[in-house]
Protein backbone atom coordinates (compact mmCIF):
# COMPACT_ATOMS: atom_id res chain seq x y z
CA UNK A 1 0.00 0.00 0.00
CA UNK A 2 0.93 3.26 -0.91
CA UNK A 3 2.08 5.93 1.90
CA UNK A 4 -0.91 7.84 2.73
CA UNK A 5 -0.57 8.86 6.76
CA UNK A 6 -3.48 11.19 6.78
CA UNK A 7 -6.71 10.32 4.28
CA UNK A 8 -7.76 13.70 3.45
CA UNK A 9 -11.52 12.85 4.11
CA UNK A 10 -11.37 10.96 7.51
CA UNK A 11 -8.23 12.15 9.58
CA UNK A 12 -6.29 9.67 11.86
CA UNK A 13 -7.48 11.40 14.96
CA UNK A 14 -11.03 10.55 13.81
CA UNK A 15 -10.25 6.90 13.37
CA UNK A 16 -8.15 6.21 16.96
CA UNK A 17 -11.73 7.89 18.48
CA UNK A 18 -13.34 5.12 17.08
CA UNK A 19 -12.56 2.23 19.94
CA UNK A 20 -15.56 0.87 20.97
CA UNK A 21 -17.52 -1.91 19.45
CA UNK A 22 -21.06 -1.14 20.06
CA UNK A 23 -22.29 -3.23 17.58
CA UNK A 24 -21.55 -6.40 19.86
CA UNK A 25 -25.54 -6.77 20.95
CA UNK A 26 -26.09 -7.15 17.21
CA UNK A 27 -23.31 -9.11 15.72
CA UNK A 28 -24.16 -11.84 18.64
CA UNK A 29 -27.50 -11.61 17.57
CA UNK A 30 -26.68 -12.85 13.52
CA UNK A 31 -23.48 -15.04 15.33
CA UNK A 32 -26.51 -16.97 16.75
CA UNK A 33 -28.57 -17.00 14.26
CA UNK A 34 -26.70 -17.08 10.84
CA UNK A 35 -23.61 -18.59 11.72
CA UNK A 36 -23.66 -20.33 8.45
CA UNK A 37 -23.62 -17.19 6.23
CA UNK A 38 -20.33 -16.36 8.09
CA UNK A 39 -17.29 -18.18 6.26
CA UNK A 40 -16.05 -15.49 3.85
CA UNK A 41 -17.00 -12.10 6.19
CA UNK A 42 -16.47 -8.60 4.02
CA UNK A 43 -16.14 -5.47 5.84
CA UNK A 44 -16.95 -2.53 3.47
CA UNK A 45 -15.45 0.21 4.72
CA UNK A 46 -13.69 -1.45 7.66
CA UNK A 47 -11.62 1.63 9.00
CA UNK A 48 -9.15 0.37 12.06
CA UNK A 49 -11.34 -3.05 12.67
CA UNK A 50 -12.83 -2.06 15.97
CA UNK A 51 -16.28 -3.61 14.49
CA UNK A 52 -15.33 -6.28 11.84
CA UNK A 53 -12.50 -8.09 14.32
CA UNK A 54 -15.49 -8.77 16.06
CA UNK A 55 -16.63 -11.86 13.50
CA UNK A 56 -13.14 -13.15 13.42
CA UNK A 57 -12.76 -13.70 17.50
CA UNK A 58 -15.79 -15.69 17.48
CA UNK A 59 -16.40 -17.65 14.17
CA UNK A 60 -14.00 -19.41 12.04
CA UNK A 61 -14.45 -16.68 9.31
CA UNK A 62 -11.76 -15.21 6.58
CA UNK A 63 -12.45 -11.34 6.93
CA UNK A 64 -11.56 -9.24 4.05
CA UNK A 65 -11.25 -5.01 5.22
CA UNK A 66 -12.03 -2.41 2.50
CA UNK A 67 -11.19 0.71 3.30
CA UNK A 68 -9.96 4.57 1.12
CA UNK A 69 -7.31 4.84 4.40
CA UNK A 70 -3.39 3.25 4.35
CA UNK A 71 -3.70 4.71 8.21
CA UNK A 72 -6.78 2.28 8.24
CA UNK A 73 -5.67 -1.01 6.68
CA UNK A 74 -2.78 -0.83 8.79
CA UNK A 75 -4.87 -0.45 12.19
CA UNK A 76 -7.22 -3.24 10.53
CA UNK A 77 -4.14 -6.10 9.80
CA UNK A 78 -3.21 -5.86 13.66
CA UNK A 79 -6.66 -6.52 14.44
CA UNK A 80 -6.68 -9.64 12.43
CA UNK A 81 -7.83 -8.94 9.39
CA UNK A 82 -7.13 -11.54 6.53
CA UNK A 83 -6.28 -9.79 4.04
CA UNK A 84 -7.22 -5.83 3.01
CA UNK A 85 -7.61 -4.08 -0.23
CA UNK A 86 -7.21 -0.43 -0.94
CA UNK A 87 -9.86 1.78 -2.74
CA UNK A 88 -9.31 5.36 -3.53
CA UNK A 89 -12.81 6.16 -4.51
CA UNK A 90 -15.45 4.14 -3.21
CA UNK A 91 -17.90 5.94 -6.09
CA UNK A 92 -16.30 4.79 -8.93
CA UNK A 93 -14.02 1.90 -8.17
CA UNK A 94 -15.00 -1.76 -8.88
CA UNK A 95 -14.10 -4.30 -5.69
CA UNK A 96 -10.98 -6.62 -6.85
CA UNK A 97 -13.17 -9.87 -5.84
CA UNK A 98 -15.18 -11.98 -8.26
CA UNK A 99 -19.06 -11.97 -8.18
CA UNK A 100 -21.02 -14.29 -6.06
CA UNK A 101 -18.08 -14.60 -3.79
CA UNK A 102 -18.74 -13.47 -0.78
CA UNK A 103 -21.00 -14.97 2.14
CA UNK A 104 -21.56 -11.71 4.29
CA UNK A 105 -20.59 -7.54 4.07
CA UNK A 106 -20.82 -5.59 6.68
CA UNK A 107 -21.38 -2.30 5.73
CA UNK A 108 -21.40 -0.08 8.53
CA UNK A 109 -21.20 3.87 8.62
CA UNK A 110 -20.17 4.06 5.04
CA UNK A 111 -23.13 5.28 2.88
CA UNK A 112 -23.23 8.74 4.57
CA UNK A 113 -19.92 9.90 3.55
CA UNK A 114 -20.24 9.36 -0.50
CA UNK A 115 -21.79 10.95 -3.35
CA UNK A 116 -22.92 7.86 -5.02
CA UNK A 117 -23.99 5.55 -2.58
CA UNK A 118 -25.82 3.23 -4.77
CA UNK A 119 -22.75 2.22 -6.57
CA UNK A 120 -21.69 0.46 -3.55
CA UNK A 121 -25.03 -1.29 -2.96
CA UNK A 122 -24.26 -2.84 -6.17
CA UNK A 123 -20.81 -3.72 -5.46
CA UNK A 124 -22.30 -5.81 -2.54
CA UNK A 125 -24.92 -6.89 -4.48
CA UNK A 126 -22.55 -7.81 -6.89
CA UNK A 127 -19.76 -9.94 -4.72
CA UNK A 128 -22.67 -11.53 -2.73
CA UNK A 129 -23.55 -14.61 -3.14
CA UNK A 130 -27.06 -15.56 -4.05
CA UNK A 131 -28.93 -16.03 -0.07
CA UNK A 132 -25.45 -13.92 1.22
CA UNK A 133 -26.39 -11.03 3.58
CA UNK A 134 -25.83 -7.84 4.09
CA UNK A 135 -25.61 -5.96 7.53
CA UNK A 136 -25.98 -2.33 7.23
CA UNK A 137 -26.10 0.33 9.69
CA UNK A 138 -26.13 4.10 9.02
CA UNK A 139 -26.97 6.88 11.22
CA UNK A 140 -30.20 8.57 12.07
CA UNK A 141 -29.05 12.43 11.63
CA UNK A 142 -32.93 13.67 12.70
CA UNK A 143 -34.82 11.53 15.35
CA UNK A 144 -37.18 13.89 17.55
CA UNK A 145 -34.48 15.01 20.13
CA UNK A 146 -32.00 16.16 17.60
CA UNK A 147 -34.69 18.14 15.12
CA UNK A 148 -35.06 20.47 18.36
CA UNK A 149 -31.65 21.14 18.75
CA UNK A 150 -31.28 21.12 14.74
CA UNK A 151 -34.12 23.94 15.15
CA UNK A 152 -32.40 25.92 17.50
CA UNK A 153 -28.76 25.62 16.14
CA UNK A 154 -28.75 25.61 12.84
CA UNK A 155 -26.02 22.60 13.03
CA UNK A 156 -26.25 19.56 10.62
CA UNK A 157 -23.87 17.37 12.87
CA UNK A 158 -26.82 17.33 15.50
CA UNK A 159 -25.08 14.27 17.55
CA UNK A 160 -21.55 15.82 17.52
CA UNK A 161 -20.10 12.52 15.37
CA UNK A 162 -17.26 15.26 14.14
CA UNK A 163 -16.76 17.94 16.90
CA UNK A 164 -13.48 19.65 14.96
CA UNK A 165 -15.65 19.46 11.13
CA UNK A 166 -17.00 22.95 10.15
CA UNK A 167 -19.26 23.06 7.62
CA UNK A 168 -16.62 23.09 4.80
CA UNK A 169 -15.33 19.15 6.03
CA UNK A 170 -18.28 17.19 7.57
CA UNK A 171 -17.38 14.16 6.39
CA UNK A 172 -21.45 13.07 6.43
CA UNK A 173 -23.13 14.39 3.15
CA UNK A 174 -26.06 12.12 2.96
CA UNK A 175 -28.60 11.88 4.95
CA UNK A 176 -31.18 8.90 5.16
CA UNK A 177 -34.98 7.74 6.27
CA UNK A 178 -35.63 4.42 6.56
CA UNK A 179 -38.44 3.89 4.22
CA UNK A 180 -35.94 5.52 1.87
CA UNK A 181 -33.63 3.17 2.46
CA UNK A 182 -35.46 0.17 2.50
CA UNK A 183 -37.07 0.85 -0.93
CA UNK A 184 -33.26 0.97 -2.33
CA UNK A 185 -32.53 -1.80 -0.77
CA UNK A 186 -34.96 -3.91 -2.03
CA UNK A 187 -34.84 -2.07 -6.18
CA UNK A 188 -31.54 -3.63 -6.07
CA UNK A 189 -32.46 -6.99 -5.19
CA UNK A 190 -32.45 -7.43 -1.29
CA UNK A 191 -34.87 -8.47 1.00
CA UNK A 192 -34.96 -7.09 4.70
CA UNK A 193 -34.26 -10.02 7.39
CA UNK A 194 -34.01 -7.84 10.10
CA UNK A 195 -34.67 -4.54 11.60
CA UNK A 196 -31.67 -4.06 14.36
CA UNK A 197 -32.43 -0.13 14.58
CA UNK A 198 -33.95 -0.87 18.31
CA UNK A 199 -30.70 -1.58 19.76
CA UNK A 200 -29.61 2.06 19.34
CA UNK A 201 -31.90 3.72 21.01
CA UNK A 202 -31.16 7.86 21.63
CA UNK A 203 -29.04 8.68 24.34
CA UNK A 204 -30.42 11.24 26.68
CA UNK A 205 -28.99 12.55 29.53
CA UNK A 206 -29.68 11.72 33.60
CA UNK A 207 -32.77 9.79 32.43
CA UNK A 208 -30.70 6.44 33.08
CA UNK A 209 -32.58 5.38 36.35
CA UNK A 210 -35.69 6.59 35.22
CA UNK A 211 -37.79 3.11 36.04
CA UNK A 212 -39.11 1.89 32.73
CA UNK A 213 -37.82 4.29 30.04
CA UNK A 214 -35.21 2.00 28.21
CA UNK A 215 -37.70 -0.57 27.79
CA UNK A 216 -40.22 2.40 26.42
CA UNK A 217 -37.31 3.53 24.32
CA UNK A 218 -36.35 0.26 22.44
CA UNK A 219 -40.33 -0.11 21.61
CA UNK A 220 -40.51 3.39 20.33
CA UNK A 221 -37.08 2.50 18.14
CA UNK A 222 -39.04 -0.50 16.94
CA UNK A 223 -42.49 1.35 16.08
CA UNK A 224 -40.67 4.47 14.50
CA UNK A 225 -37.08 4.10 13.93
CA UNK A 226 -37.53 7.55 11.92
CA UNK A 227 -37.79 9.66 15.30
CA UNK A 228 -36.75 6.87 18.12
CA UNK A 229 -33.71 5.74 16.76
CA UNK A 230 -29.90 6.58 16.52
CA UNK A 231 -28.92 4.96 13.51
CA UNK A 232 -30.83 2.26 11.51
CA UNK A 233 -29.52 -1.05 11.22
CA UNK A 234 -30.68 -3.96 9.01
CA UNK A 235 -29.88 -7.17 8.00
CA UNK A 236 -30.60 -8.10 4.42
CA UNK A 237 -30.33 -11.34 2.34
CA UNK A 238 -29.64 -10.76 -1.73
CA UNK A 239 -32.35 -12.62 -3.31
CA UNK A 240 -31.79 -12.42 -7.02
Request: aromatic share 14%; glycine share 4%; with cysteine.
Given at each position: ?????????F??K???R?????????????I???D????????Y?????????YF???T???????????????????S????????????????P??????????????L???L???????????V??I?????????N?F??V???K??????L????????????????I??F????????????G???????????T?????????P?????????A??T??H?????????????
Amino acid sequence: MADNPEFKYFSNKDLDRINENYMKPVFDEIISKYDSHLNHVLDYGCGNGVFGSYFKEHTSCSLTGIDASTYALEQAIKSGYDQVIQLGDFCSQNVPLHDNSIDFVLCKDVLEHLLDPLFVLNEIHRVLKINGLLLLHIPNHFPWVYRLKFLFTNDLDTQKYFPDATDWDFPHIRFFRLASLVNKLEERGFKILENYSDFFTLYLPKTGRIPGLTHLQKYLAAKTPDHFAAGFTLLCQKSC
